[in-house]
């Protein structure tokens, strides 16, 4: 268990709709990250948070967006939601960012239909 | 560009059967790079980090080494249960906050 929690687990929507995945960092660490890993693909990543500011932008769609709240605990929203947006979304967090490791959560699989 | 190649993409072994999975990177300076095991659906679980080269890690069965261009996972006599997804990933220099991940190496141990 690394410490990171993610809800829900799974979640089935119809395209068109929006979604928000939340994710909750080990304690202490003010960084969180999204990764978005489809089937059989590698993670790629999406966007991170330090401390409640955007840092590091990735490959994120204008339809995602994320955001930090005061006490770390961070939402993804993924709207107008497509059938290619399928797949495992995971958050991560570290102690600081940068150099630090990144501890995994368990992921939201996410069903579009 | 930067870029993290991983190789093979799959591996079987027999049980017993130690080998090595490559991780190559082209950054313009290395920050860190990492080691995580990935079993399916599930989240990356961390290994190792490395920082400079000629740095080892262990850990069980597990040994991890950088050069300046390529790290290694070395697997000693695997077992079974050592059968998963392995990722590396790289921050550069000059963009700390960004983890560029490989596409893995998928590792099968038969018994």
């Known amino acids: 268990d690394s410490g990171v929690t993610q809800t829900p687990k799974h979640l089935i929507t119809a395209t068109g709709q929006r979604v928000t995945l939340r994710c909750s960092p080990r304690?202490?660490?003010?960084?969180v990250y999204w990764y978005q890993q489809s089937l059989d693909q590698g993670l790629q990543f999406l966007i991170q948070?330090?401390?409640?500011?955007?840092?590091a932008k990735g490959n994120i769609l204008e339809r995602f967006s994320a955001q930090q709240f005061p006490d770390l605990h961070s939402e993804l929203n993924l709207s107008s939601l497509e059938l290619g947006d399928s797949a495992l979304y995971f958050c991560?967090?570290?102690?600081?960012?940068?150099?630090?490791?990144?501890?995994f959560g368990p992921g939201t699989r996410l069903t579009v239909l | 560009e930067d870029q993290v190649t991983q190789s093979p993409e799959a591996l079987r072994l027999q049980e017993g059967e130690s080998s090595s999975l490559n991780c190559s990177y082209t950054?313009?300076?290395?920050?860190?790079l990492f080691w995580y095991r990935q079993d399916p659906g599930k989240g990356p679980e961390f290994l190792f980090t490395?920082?400079?080269a000629g740095e080892e890690k262990e850990k069980e069965r597990l040994k991890a080494t950088l050069t300046k261009k390529e790290s290694f996972l070395h697997i000693t006599a695997p077992k079974p249960e050592d059968s998963a997804t392995y990722l590396c990933?790289?921050?550069?220099?000059?963009?700390?906050?960004?983890?560029?991940f490989g596409s893995g190496t998928k590792l099968n141990v038969k018994p």
């Open positions: 991560a967090s570290s102690q600081r960012g940068g150099s630090n490791e990144q501890f």
């Open positions: 304690s202490g660490d003010l960084s």
């Open positions: 948070y330090y401390n409640g500011e955007e840092r």
């Open positions: 950054v313009s300076g290395l920050r860190g």
């Open positions: 490395l920082y400079s």
């Open positions: 990933a790289v921050i550069p220099l000059y963009n700390f906050n960004k983890f560029y």
